[in-house]
């Protein structure tokens, strides 16, 4: 039995009762990335040395005959965005380079007391802003399924890891789309929560009111598990929900009938690829097939949503990001800091450690968010987007109380070639079309395959429930996965 | 909607970034077309509409205001580019 074969729920079972002992699935996991990863650039770092004692830990726990926690073995890859107290953390960005942060996330920490295996950390669009992994600051992620293609971003890393059956589940972040959509281009399930389900301490702020940590991995049923571990109230995040965790695991088995699925006409409008069209319609067959019902809804403000997530994510990273002033943490410029064109040494000390530091789209971002909270903008733009963002909201209320999930595509296209997309930072942005909403609006949302395209790519459906609908969520998108074999394909790697 | 170069040398200033001139050129370019693009919403009436900031709708949350443990000095200083053990060290602010 080749542990990197199975799914997250099997290994921990079989960790559990001794068919497997931790320390063969972590070399398992070690020995693919040593094979596989030198194409993919899916980890900035791998922990070879700590997930082995980590490993060796959990089986010696085992033979003492100690309970043990459960993810007990499992093999976990987590986005170079969260904090990790014995790895580097550096959210692709050189500003952070070799920065080792004094304490764990809180979703760290939760995955280390459960006793699974952190193996090391995933690579990422630099500050999680974008969507193709190309901003990274250490190179690009390669899909697993096309190395000439994407793998989506910013959480391509924690995406490619799982495709490529380097680690069994891996954790995300999900601003606007960045676990579902290259969850979607990469082929495996990828769940983002409800705002507030998982504590973001020590997840490195992007824009906070939309941030949520979330599980990925090759089935709703294995994001379930990893979900059950780290979701939960955290003193220390005061935006984290002080709401009781589900067993989500335990909740899959009642089935679909009666379940109403929005259909959103709009999403099949133009610039949908037709392969993606027909698979993401087939999508609709199969939830028919499992005793659900279809039903044609409108989010009539949805045309706005990249308009309001990009004043509204920008304004918030300026904001955020201006704790990279070359003092705490991070980079600080060598430069001698004496020109007369600054007002003092200390702000040109800011102003060039922030340039050297931030890459292209980091500088964009803190551009247009300072931009549009400057005075004379703030009303024109943020205030606006905030205004929008509550239309944005009430459309999703509303469509909540005539179904009980959305269904639609994730992205208007499959895996597209590295550098195409590139030199227009706008086209980038529009790639967000179908996920920024769920973030806006502070609901959930899965992306999980439904199929691929005549070249062999795989293509994402997203469903979207309201807020703390992760249990039925994941039901829908397990009775899905009973029905279809499509998560079950690997890409041919080495 | 259109930016100067000079609007996106003050913001510049305001974002504490020291772009060269051939970022300040890009930057008003890609700016422009942004901005144009995010302008949409200036065809909605949003006048009686109250602004949302935040998902939750969460007041304050506030814990008992009880002495805990928290990052001694010594941790939350030690990845600072420069720091004598005790402090953070910046250039100096009011001349040698």
Redesign the interface.
Known sequence: MQPTELSAVELVAAVANGDLTAVACTQAALDRIAALDAGTNAFLHVDRDGALAAAEAVDAKRAAGQPLGPLAGLPVGVKDALCTRDMPTTCASRMLEGYRPPYDADTVARLRAADAVIIGKTNMDEFAMGASNENSAFGPVRNPWDPTRATGGSSGGSAACVAASMVTASIGSDTGGSIRQPAGLCGVTGLKPTYGRVSRRGLVAFASSLDQIGPMGHSAADCGLVLETIAGHDPLDSTSLNEAVPAYTQLLEEPLAGVRIGRVPAHFGDGLDPEVAAAVEEGFRVLEAAGATIHDIDLPHAKYGVATYYLIAPCEASSNLARYDGVHYGHRTKEPCRSDAFDSPLVEMYCRSRAEGFGPEVKRRVMLGTYALSAGYYDAYYKRALQVRRLIRQDYQEAFSKVDLIGGPVSATPAFPLGEKTDDPLAMYLLDLYTVTTNLAGVCGISFPCGFTGSGLPVGYQLQGPALAEPLLLRAADRFQRLTEWHRRRPTTA | MS?SRD??SK??????????ED?LEQ?TR??S???G??????E?D?SA????????G?T??F?EDVPAAS?PVE??I?????QDGEC?L????LGD
């Not at chain 2, 693009?37 to 200036?42: D, I, N, P």
């Not at chain 2, 910046?90 to 602010?93: D, M």
Request: hydrophobic share 65%; aromatic share 4%.
């Open positions: 930016l609007d996106v913001v510049a200033a305001l974002a504490r970034l020291a772009l060269s970022e930057m890609e700016l077309k942004i901005v693009f995010v302008s949409l919403l200036a909605l949003t509409i109250e602004p949302l900031a935040h998902p939750l969460t304050n949350v814990r990052l941790l939350a030690a990845t600072a580019p420069k953070f910046v250039p100096a602010v």
